[in-house]
């Protein structure tokens, strides 16, 4: 099994910057593609930003130009944010694949972290 474990959520004002990050461990060979979902309250979880073993990204609209995706050697999985919006609230989730995708779609993701809240204030 692999279990994940974000940390790094906090209050930070509009026009701010967070770094989540999140650590892999268990079976860890077992991880292809990783990503970073999120779910604000009264809403579907929508992929944020996903990367691949090799590097590639794929990153939501909304996102593209804010935030940066990056993975280490030992799977751990990181998203740097800036200019934070207050849209950008909601609770942010890690999740890994077994192989490699580029879908920002909660199904392609058999792993699944627990959360970490972000609020953006105006």
């Known amino acids: 099994q692999v279990q994940l474990v974000e940390s790094g959520g906090g209050s930070v004002q509009a026009g701010g910057s967070l770094t989540l990050s999140c650590a892999a461990s268990?079976?860890?060979?077992?991880?292809?593609?990783m990503a970073w979902f999120r779910q604000a309250p009264g809403k579907e979880r929508e992929g944020v930003a996903t990367?691949?073993?090799?590097?590639?990204t794929n990153y939501a609209d909304s996102v593209k130009g804010r935030f940066t995706v990056s993975r280490d050697k030992n799977k751990n999985l990181y998203l740097q944010m800036t200019s934070l919006k207050s849209e950008d609230t909601a609770k942010y989730y890690c999740?890994?694949?077994?192989?490699?995708?580029?879908?920002?779609?909660?199904?392609?993701?058999?792993?699944w972290g627990q959360g970490t809240q972000v609020s953006v204030s105006s």
């Open positions: 990367i691949g073993s090799g590097g590639s």
């Open positions: 268990g079976a860890t060979d077992n991880i292809g593609s």
């Open positions: 999740a890994a694949a077994p192989g490699w995708t580029t879908w920002l779609r909660p199904f392609a993701y058999n792993y």
